[in-house]
């Protein structure tokens, strides 16, 4: 058994483009796939993100974007709404098995080389329910230095078993060293901070790339899931640090970044999340605390 992609899309797959038919009609349309297309809707999907932060008040408690990270934070937000369909990962994990990689890790790599970061829902970034919140932040970042973000959690998960699940999306902008061999000179990591499970019991998952590829490029793109009952830590807040460091040559440079934090709850858990971190968010709203 293989899996390839296929040289041109099908009949009943692909996405409709218009296309000049042979005696010049204008109403025709192909099927059409690729890079083209992606970027097409990815384009699409940015322009989604755009018009939303435009849309965002600029009154408190909702500090103002400032403009010039828009492009940073829509480069951030696509990524940040892409997620791998559970049952194709599986299937192309168990073909990994079958053509003899028995390492996880590498399983994990072949499914990363046909989905990425996954297909991108981009609704679910660009609009919220009672039972997912999705935050965004931005700044200037130098090597060596740290910002911390502090995420205040609904006091009611504490020791509430059920599903839940942590995604965080850091994207940057980064000068480039055509002399070295790594070239991007900026790495950007976010991680938890003193609790590896966020407050909330949470572990990596393994839908997902590999923690080889979530920093690949000039996006760092994690999620955490779990469903145990679990006490807080650090003050019942979800901490989460953007960190960044120079990787190909010395880095004077400040670096632009948008980060975007997702908290979410399973069907089984009566929490209404949004309004709960939206209410205790409008009484602490600040800066992060840089280290």
Excluded at 43 to 49: E, Y
Excluded at 106 to 131: N, P, S, W, Y
Excluded at 154 to 167: D, H, S
Excluded at 221 to 229: F, L, N, P, T, V
């Amino acid at each position: 058994m293989s899996v390839y992609p296929v040289k041109q899309p099908g009949r009943f797959f692909g996405i409709g483009v218009a296309a000049p038919g042979p005696s010049g009609e204008v109403t025709r349309k192909l099927n059409s796939s690729g890079t083209s297309v992606a970027t097409a809707l990815a384009t699409h999907s940015a322009l989604k993100v755009l018009e939303a932060l435009d849309e965002i008040p600029a009154e408190p408690p909702h500090p103002s974007v400032d403009e010039a990270f828009h492009a940073v934070l829509a480069k951030t937000l696509l990524v940040h709404a892409a997620k791998w369909d559970d049952g194709l990962a599986t299937k192309i994990v168990e073909i990994s098995k079958k053509i003899g990689n028995t390492y996880w890790e590498h399983q994990r790599e072949d499914a990363t080389r046909f989905l990425g970061f996954g297909m991108v829902d981009i609704g679910k970034v660009i609009d919220c329910t009672e039972r997912r919140a999705t935050m965004i932040g931005w700044n200037t970042i130098h090597a060596k230095e740290t910002d911390e973000f502090r995420i205040p959690l609904p006091p009611q998960l504490e020791n509430m078993a059920g599903f839940r699940a942590v995604t965080a999306t850091v994207g940057w902008f980064t000068p480039l060293n055509t002399d070295h061999r790594m070239y991007r000179m900026a790495k950007l990591e976010v991680e938890p901070g003193s609790d590896k499970g966020l407050s909330l019991g949470v572990s990596n998952s393994k839908q997902q790339p590999s923690h080889n590829a979530f920093g690949r490029g000039t996006v760092y793109h994690r999620r955490w899931e779990g469903d145990e009952a679990k006490a807080f830590v650090d003050d019942g807040d979800l901490v989460l640090k953007v960190a960044c460091k120079a990787a190909a040559g010395e880095l004077d440079d400040a670096i632009p970044y948008g980060l975007a934090v997702t908290v979410e709850v399973g069907e089984d858990v009566a929490v209404p999340v949004y309004e709960e971190i939206r209410e205790r968010l409008r009484q602490l709203i600040g800066v992060p605390v840089r280290a």
